[in-house]
């Protein structure tokens, strides 16, 4: 099952309203409510049945008696539960609104598939906060999320009375617990299985994959965080040359995309930890009118931080009409 190849079509619908249907095999693509895209798999009658309801295949009491003779308590079964349930959101089509969920999602998912396979985060330091945060996005509480951390290039679920478990051998038990094999719907259950382990894999466990989305933008590589960090230490007037890019007013929606990835990167990468660094790319723009776009544009964006970060530093720039607020976004379809 290539879960890949599904982010890929949801980020085609993120772009494009009317994207050329694609034959994604097991795990597709069908409209739950109107405008509403959800991943579903087939029941053994041929009926559709959405992936983030997996859990009405049985029934959840008798789920949670199996699940304590092997050690786990209610609440471990109410975190994995839900993780597993919201699996099938992670790769959910609004084409209702775009928002900064979608933004988010795909920026966290970015890290993890890229971090993953490179050693700029040999201690997953980096993939965690990604990890917790797109959990986050999926609506999932914090009591829930923080359970779970990468560990050794695995997903590990802290669980009440056995300590850590690696979250795939978690899935082991929550199928046998099921009996799934046994039950009428076992080809359905194993495909959901095959999704939700598939989903863990391709964000925690290393492959040598070189994961890109196929973007028709020149800056398109620089989505990529290895990529980033490392033009941006070996030459940084390049990156500076990008960043004004961003704010073109002429850009597609694919080159918005783009861009909002590349302010992410630069916001999280760089001046969250270094905000003097904001200075640098001031020098380098030498217009204050542009200048003032451009930081707009990265304030605007919310990520990881905000305009008080700046107002700490003497940037010379009135920031009172910025917009900072959790519902303004920088996003594909209004520029600023």
Aim: hydrophobic fraction near 40%.
């Amino acid at each position: 099952m290539d879960i890949f190849k599904l982010f890929s079509y949801k980020l085609e619908n993120l772009l494009n309203i009317r994207p050329c249907p694609k034959e994604l095999g097991a795990v597709f693509y069908q409209e739950d409510e109107p405008s509403l895209l959800s991943v579903a798999a087939r029941k053994h009658n041929g009926s559709t049945f959405y992936i983030s309801r997996w859990h009405d295949l049985f029934s959840i009491s008798a789920f949670e008696k199996a699940m304590s003779k092997n050690g786990f308590t209610e609440s471990d079964c109410y975190a994995l539960l839900l993780v597993l349930s919201r699996f099938g959101y992670l790769l959910e089509i609004d084409n209702r609104q775009r928002t900064n969920k979608d933004y988010f999602i795909f920026f966290y998912l970015i890290q993890l598939i890229s971090l993953k396979n490179c050693p700029l985060d040999a201690d997953a330091q980096l993939r965690n906060y990604m990890l917790r945060f797109l959990l986050f996005e999926l609506s999932i509480d914090d009591e829930a999320y923080r359970r779970f951390s990468i560990k050794d290039n695995q997903l590990i679920m802290a669980t009440d009375s056995l300590g850590p478990i690696a979250f795939l051998d978690v899935i082991d038990f929550v199928y046998k617990a099921i009996k799934f094999d046994s039950r009428k719907e076992h080809e359905l259950l194993s495909t959901l299985k095959n999704y939700q382990t598939n989903i863990v894999t391709l964000l925690t466990e290393p492959d040598d994959t070189n994961y890109r989305f196929r973007l028709n933008d020149r800056h398109s590589e620089y989505m990529y965080p290895d990529v980033f960090l490392q033009a941006y230490a070996k030459n940084k007037r390049q990156i500076f040359h990008i960043l004004i890019d961003t704010i073109n007013p002429l850009q597609s929606t694919e080159n918005l995309f783009v861009s909002n990835i590349i302010l992410m990167n630069y916001s999280f990468h760089i001046l969250k930890s270094k905000p003097r660094e904001i200075l640098k790319l001031k020098k380098y723009v030498n217009d204050e009118m542009l200048f003032r776009k451009l930081l707009e544009a990265i304030i605007t964006r919310r990520m990881a931080i905000s305009k008080s970060l700046f107002e700490k530093i003497s940037i010379d720039q009135d920031l009172s009409l910025t917009k900072d607020n959790p519902t303004s976004f920088y996003n594909i379809l209004y520029s600023l």
